[in-house]
């Protein structure tokens, strides 16, 4: 059973709250961090700009707010990194494809990419999930040599293959089954890995 | 001999068109398309927006100026795919990198990477060059089964790798040797192209 949604203007509440969010983490997947404004993040979500204001404070506060992504590499990266061995890189691309398959992962995976490579706001926060959270955890796991750098390199290629995939929507990797690419793209993670 | 640069206001000429051009291929860089203004970039330059109006048009006019790549993908790619075919994958990566050690081919190519990804406006401009001139050459040259999709794959993997190395610039990538990246990505692209 659906809830209907009045078409009336919102007086506020947590159905606004919800969707001003969903509004700013397409705005700043659509138009990076210095295109979206709070005016136009507003229009979006059918509310007053007041109101954005009300909730999240500045831009700034409300870009934190939407990139708080619902991703725990302390969880992920030991239950990835833990089966057979000689599976590790085709699990890996499996769990991100998969994970990108759900609506709210692959539109906040996607302004994260924009943001983070489009300018200078979101770089550091991937930079900082990148160096901080998930290569030493990946690093700290793996009894190889050079192991901050074969993290890194995984991360190279699954962030290549997102950003094709979902932000820039180039066919054929934008619909090739998850089966293919894992085929494909999982012996790189593996080599980069233990080779 | 250098010819000594006045630092009073620029009258026009040759030399402020191509400081305007190297502005607006820094700000288009660090800022995005969305971000960057022709106030912004004329402000860099060193110059009046209205010149930077009357020697380029719109932002938009100028930013076409600006991402005009001297790539030439007609000339590139057959000298590279027609050496030693089992060392193909480590000279596409070698030609890349050496490349991207010259700074104007650096400049522009981060700002390509950053519009690109970061918005709207740069992204059609790679996706055709991906889609009209880079992937249809290299698959043609291939006399494999699934070329185009070989293709997009080695260009997520350059793509990821150039992302990390010169736009985010996070190490150990950020930092390693030439050499040791041609040994690690290499075979990467050697598979993707040929097994």
């Known amino acids: 059973m659906t809830k209907p949604r009045g078409r009336g203007r919102p007086k506020g509440g947590t159905d606004s709250r919800s969707r001003i969010l969903a509004a700013a983490i397409e705005e700043f997947?659509?138009?990076g961090y210095e295109g979206?404004?709070?005016r136009s993040i507003a229009a979006r979500a059918g509310v007053d700009?007041?109101?954005v204001h009300h909730y999240f404070g500045t831009k700034a506060d409300l870009f934190a707010d939407a990139a708080d992504v619902p991703l725990r590499p302390d969880v992920v990266v030991p239950i990835i990194l833990s089966g057979p061995r000689d599976e590790v890189g085709?699990?890996?691309v499996r769990y991100v494809l998969e994970s990108f398959e759900r609506d709210d992962v692959r539109r906040?995976?996607?302004m994260l990419l924009r943001t983070a490579v489009g300018g200078k706001v979101g770089s550091p926060l991937i930079i900082g999930f990148l160096t901080r959270e998930l290569l030493p955890r990946v690093a700290r796991r793996l009894d190889v040599p050079d192991a901050e750098l074969r993290a890194e390199l995984v991360a190279s290629q699954?962030?290549?293959m997102l950003m094709i995939r979902y932000v820039l929507g180039v066919k054929p990797i934008a619909d090739a089954p998850i089966d293919e690419l894992v085929a494909r793209v999982g012996p790189t993670i593996?080599?980069?890995l233990f080779d």
Chains 1, 2 share one sequence.
Do not use: K, M
């Open 90 to 92: 085709e699990r890996i």
């Open 49 to 51: 700009s007041a109101l």
């Open 158 to 160: 699954i962030a290549g």
């Open 36 to 38: 979206a404004t709070i």
């Open 108 to 110: 906040r995976g996607v």
């Open 190 to 192: 593996q080599r980069y």
């Open 29 to 31: 997947g659509e138009r």
